[in-house]
């Protein structure tokens, strides 16, 4: 992970097996099996390494309660497995997270008891626990501050809770192991075609030099998520939209809000739809929505509804009821779901199943899935592509292969477990130079030799990189992100070799972006 080394081994290859456009979840999870097959593998991200909707998640690996209710029995079957293989290969950042439905109704008490009976049986061996009803003083222990007017008791059920920009950062570290060339800031331009019109590489633009590449491959896969139909167009001008963008928003509060371990899970919400109030990294999460979007936006911003919507939702399930004042921090994720001719149904219908489409350009695009199946999306696309001929047999390895940093071995710190196999080597940079243990904020554990690492093994290139994604400050607490941003730009000035006039604008432009992650008053909101 280191980028002078990658641009060295782009420009040594002249032509690679698979190139992948896109380095969210399925594109990563795409390089990573393709370069533990064996495939000379190269994955081109415009931004930065999950920066769209792969850290914009809720922070689940589940199989989908939601999607029980709707019938995608096989979706459901599909993610529970994938979520035990993730428990297998990924510890340091996937955990058991208890999950507790209030009932308010004995039909309710009956009704979500025998669906979650059936999401346990859907599990068989790969199962966390069964859920069980739970009396009403038990559900109040577990969730102190729910609403207990007409309160029965509730449903206790396990799924899993992870990091995703974390999972997206060691897959990046994963395929780069296994021989991939990964690259951030450079952005594809154009596509390649032979005679026969068939696409046999890509133009690019290394967006930190300028530099422009013609890059040739065997296959080329269009793994951009909500952008796929940007790279559509370079296929087809006149090609008919694939994706349907659709919002969700996620609010982070104080834990307060909801004490202890126990998450909360409203099944039904005023307009039909499922909400999590989730704690996570010592805070707590809610969301989401699913607002459809006119066009894919690489930094969307919530709408005031959505805000109010959540609100409002939680509101009417905790006795602290929440604010906009409360609220430290508000980001908003784009779905690729799949676009709609004549009557679209609602967004919370629309199966969250994947799609491989291969063209008769030879361009293949994967859209759709969530972040739970990335492994078997993966495996399915090079499949299909073994099954064109347009790669040579060779078998996928994925489903027994650690993740990097994967261990069930932690050190005492506690805020260092998500860097698995890694933690060591950065307690020990913090050992061998004092300065480098010293917080980035007094109220968080974050230090500086976190920053060192993001910038020497994690390729991280602004201080929004390391701020939203290598860390997690500025979707816990945006402002005491904005505090933290100059001493995180200041080091990394220094790592990438960078001068002080750089540093400034690192932090004048990552506080402009912090500032759309608070709740300003509706008005001010506007302005903005």
């Given at each position: 992970?280191?980028?002078?080394?990658?641009?060295?081994?782009?420009?040594?290859?002249?032509?690679?097996?698979?190139?992948?456009?896109?380095?969210?979840?399925?594109?990563?999870?795409?390089?990573?099996?393709?370069?533990?097959?064996?495939?000379?593998?190269?994955?081109?991200?415009?931004s930065d390494f999950a920066?769209?909707?792969?850290?914009?998640?809720?922070?689940?690996?589940?199989?989908?309660?939601?999607?029980?209710?709707?019938?995608?029995?096989?979706?459901?079957?599909?993610?529970?497995?994938?979520?035990?293989?993730?428990?297998?290969?990924?510890?340091?950042?996937?955990?058991?997270?208890?999950?507790?439905?209030?009932?308010?109704?004995?039909?309710?008490?009956?009704?979500?008891?025998?669906?979650?009976?059936?999401?346990?049986?859907?599990?068989?061996?790969?199962?966390?626990?069964?859920?069980?009803?739970?009396?009403?003083?038990?559900?109040?222990?577990?969730?102190?501050?729910?609403?207990?007017?007409?309160?029965?008791?509730?449903?206790?059920?396990?799924?899993?809770?992870?990091?995703?920009?974390?999972?997206?950062?060691?897959?990046?570290?994963?395929?780069a192991e296994a021989g991939?060339?990964?690259?951030?800031?450079?952005?594809?331009?154009?596509?390649?075609?032979?005679?026969?019109?068939?696409?046999?590489?890509?133009?690019?633009?290394?967006?930190?030099?300028?530099?422009?590449?013609?890059?040739?491959?065997?296959?080329?896969?269009?793994?951009?998520?909500?952008?796929?139909?940007?790279?559509?167009?370079?296929?087809?001008?006149?090609?008919?939209?694939?994706?349907?963008?659709?919002?969700?928003?996620?609010?982070?509060?104080?834990?307060?809000?909801?004490?202890?371990?126990?998450?909360?899970?409203?099944?039904?919400?005023?307009?039909?739809?499922?909400?999590?109030?989730?704690?996570?990294?010592?805070?707590?999460l809610l969301g989401t929505?699913?607002?459809?979007?006119?066009?894919?936006?690489?930094?969307?911003?919530?709408?005031?509804?959505?805000?109010?919507?959540?609100?409002?939702?939680?509101?009417?399930?905790?006795?602290?009821?929440?604010?906009?004042?409360?609220?430290?921090?508000?980001?908003?994720?784009?779905?690729?779901?799949?676009?709609?001719?004549?009557?679209?149904?609602?967004?919370?219908?629309?199966?969250?199943?994947?799609?491989?489409?291969?063209?008769?350009?030879?361009?293949?695009?994967?859209?759709?899935?969530?972040?739970?199946?990335?492994?078997?999306?993966?495996?399915?696309?090079?499949?299909?592509?073994?099954?064109?001929?347009?790669?040579?047999?060779?078998?996928?390895?994925?489903?027994?292969?650690?993740?990097?940093?994967?261990?069930?071995?932690?050190?005492?710190?506690?805020?260092?477990?998500?860097?698995?196999?890694?933690?060591?080597?950065?307690?020990?940079?913090?050992?061998?130079?004092?300065?480098?243990?010293?917080?980035?904020?007094?109220?968080?554990?974050?230090?500086?030799?976190?920053?060192?690492?993001?910038?020497?093994?994690?390729?991280?290139?602004?201080?929004?990189?390391?701020?939203?994604?290598?860390?997690?400050?500025?979707?816990?607490?945006?402002?005491?992100?904005?505090?933290?941003?100059?001493?995180?730009?200041?080091?990394?000035?220094?790592?990438?070799?960078?001068?002080?006039?750089?540093?400034?604008?690192?932090?004048?432009?990552?506080?402009?972006?912090?500032?759309?992650?608070?709740?300003?008053?509706?008005?001010?909101?506007?302005?903005?």
């Amino acid at each position: 992970m280191n980028r002078q080394h990658m641009i060295a081994q782009l420009t040594a290859t002249p032509v690679w097996d698979v190139l992948v456009i896109g380095g969210g979840a399925t594109g990563l999870g795409i390089a990573v099996d393709a370069a533990k097959r064996g495939y000379k593998t190269l994955l081109l991200e415009q931004s930065d390494f999950a920066k769209g909707t792969s850290s914009r998640s809720t922070k689940l690996i589940h199989g989908g309660v939601r999607y029980l209710a709707q019938g995608h029995i096989k979706l459901v079957l599909e993610a529970l497995k994938e979520r035990d293989l993730l428990l297998q290969n990924a510890a340091h950042l996937v955990k058991k997270q208890v999950f507790i439905v209030p009932v308010y109704t004995w039909w309710d008490a009956f009704l979500y008891f025998c669906g979650l009976k059936l999401y346990d049986l859907l599990a068989g061996k790969r199962g966390l626990g069964a859920s069980a009803f739970i009396s009403k003083t038990k559900t109040l222990q577990a969730l102190p501050n729910i609403n207990q007017t007409n309160l029965k008791g509730g449903i206790r059920y396990l799924d899993c809770q992870f990091d995703d920009s974390r999972l997206a950062i060691n897959l990046a570290q994963t395929a780069a192991e296994a021989g991939a060339c990964e690259l951030n800031y450079v952005q594809v331009t154009g596509l390649l075609k032979n005679e026969a019109a068939k696409v046999y590489g890509v133009t690019a633009q290394d967006l930190e030099t300028g530099i422009k590449y013609n890059l040739h491959a065997k296959a080329v896969i269009n793994a951009t998520g909500v952008y796929a139909d940007a790279i559509l167009k370079m296929e087809e001008p006149e090609a008919k939209p694939l994706i349907q963008p659709s919002q969700g928003v996620h609010l982070v509060l104080d834990h307060t809000f909801l004490p202890g371990h126990a998450a909360l899970m409203i099944p039904k919400t005023s307009d039909g739809r499922v909400l999590f109030a989730v704690p996570w990294q010592g805070k707590l999460l809610l969301g989401t929505t699913d607002t459809l979007r006119e066009k894919a936006e690489l930094e969307p911003t919530a709408l005031d509804q959505e805000i109010d919507f959540i609100l409002s939702t939680a509101a009417g399930y905790l006795v602290k009821k929440p604010n906009r004042h409360d609220v430290l921090a508000v980001f908003a994720g784009l779905r690729p779901l799949a676009a709609h001719q004549g009557n679209p149904k609602a967004t919370k219908d629309i199966s969250r199943n994947f799609k491989i489409i291969l063209s008769e350009s030879q361009l293949v695009t994967v859209t759709g899935g969530k972040w739970t199946i990335y492994r078997k999306m993966a495996e399915t696309t090079l499949d299909k592509l073994i099954q064109a001929k347009l790669l040579p047999y060779s078998p996928c390895t994925t489903a027994t292969s650690p993740i990097h940093g994967h261990t069930t071995t932690f050190l005492e710190s506690r805020h260092l477990k998500v860097y698995g196999t890694d933690a060591t080597a950065i307690a020990q940079l913090q050992q061998q130079t004092p300065e480098l243990a010293t917080r980035l904020h007094p109220d968080y554990t974050y230090t500086k030799a976190e920053v060192v690492w993001a910038a020497r093994h994690e390729m991280a290139r602004t201080v929004e990189d390391v701020l939203a994604r290598r860390l997690r400050l500025l979707f816990l607490d945006a402002a005491a992100a904005m505090d933290a941003a100059p001493a995180v730009a200041a080091i990394l000035a220094v790592e990438l070799e960078q001068s002080n006039s750089w540093a400034d604008e690192q932090v004048r432009s990552f506080t402009k972006l912090a500032r759309t992650y608070t709740l300003q008053p509706a008005q001010q909101a506007q302005q903005i």
